[in-house]
């Protein structure tokens, strides 16, 4: 519409997708392995928006998005098993996966500032409305995901961090621990949280280089997932070497 000021884009999709055992411990690592795999379906997704740059170093992007979804996979809580328990993951501490068709809404914008050839600065926010069949909430899945980014790069020092923000959700908890087979799962609301990572590195050399890394800096114990914290302050530092083979 505008030369470089201002695009205008859209699209649609759709397709089958195959999640793995492993993609789906990526996002819930409390996974039993005894859910049945049954593939994604994404009937449609139509979107648009708007793209470009307000100067010349500040660059924005707008997004909406409406989709059909069969079989979406939703993560919720195990049962106890109430025959012998022979497994570590049979006492309620364990996710199962369950499907749901959806139809979902996605609003996202994004901005990207560069502050200087070294400095640069970014942040993004989606919001989602989920439209359930026969669940009475799309388990798990957060409202609103919000995040601000830096990076800074000089010579052979790269720095950046990230302040990431997660909305409230809800999840299943069980109303009675004690009684499995007569136990009813309640919906429980999960509390937002944000979190701040932080990582340095700098490189001796084309091949070798030296890396810190700080996650979770304020040592936040929200729940991820219900009944389920994050570990407090994480840190981590190493070298790495790239072998010419």
Request: hydrophobic share 35%; charged share 20%; proline share 4%.
């Amino acid at each position: 519409l505008i030369d470089e000021i201002m695009t205008v884009y859209g699209g649609a999709t759709g397709g089958l997708e195959f999640p793995s055992y492993f993609s789906h411990l990526q996002k819930n690592p409390y996974l039993s392995p005894t859910y049945n795999m049954i593939p994604t379906d994404e009937k449609y997704r139509f979107y648009g928006g708007l793209k470009g740059k307000l100067t010349g170093n500040i660059s924005y992007l707008l997004k909406a998005s409406y989709a059909e979804v069969n079989n979406q996979s939703v993560y919720v809580h195990n049962f106890t098993n109430p025959d012998e328990i022979n497994e570590a993951y049979e006492y309620s501490n364990s996710f199962d996966v369950i499907y749901d068709n959806m139809k979902v809404l996605a609003l996202n914008a994004e901005t990207s500032i560069a502050l200087s050839k070294e400095f640069s600065l970014g942040g993004s926010i989606d919001l989602y409305n989920y439209d359930t069949t026969t669940l009475d909430e799309a388990y798990n899945f957060p409202g609103t995901e919000a995040s601000i980014f830096t990076t800074f790069k000089q010579g052979k020092w790269y720095a950046n961090a990230k302040l990431f923000f997660v909305g409230e959700r809800y999840d299943l908890m069980l109303d009675d621990l004690s009684v499995p087979l007569k136990s009813i799962f309640m919906p429980s609301k999960l509390d937002s949280y944000f979190d701040i990572n932080f990582m340095l590195n700098y490189a001796f050399s084309p091949r070798l280089s030296a890396f810190a890394r700080v996650n979770n800096i304020f040592g936040n114990n929200y729940e991820r997932y219900l009944y389920y914290p994050v570990q407090g302050v994480q840190a981590m530092g190493g070298i790495s070497y790239k072998f010419d083979l």
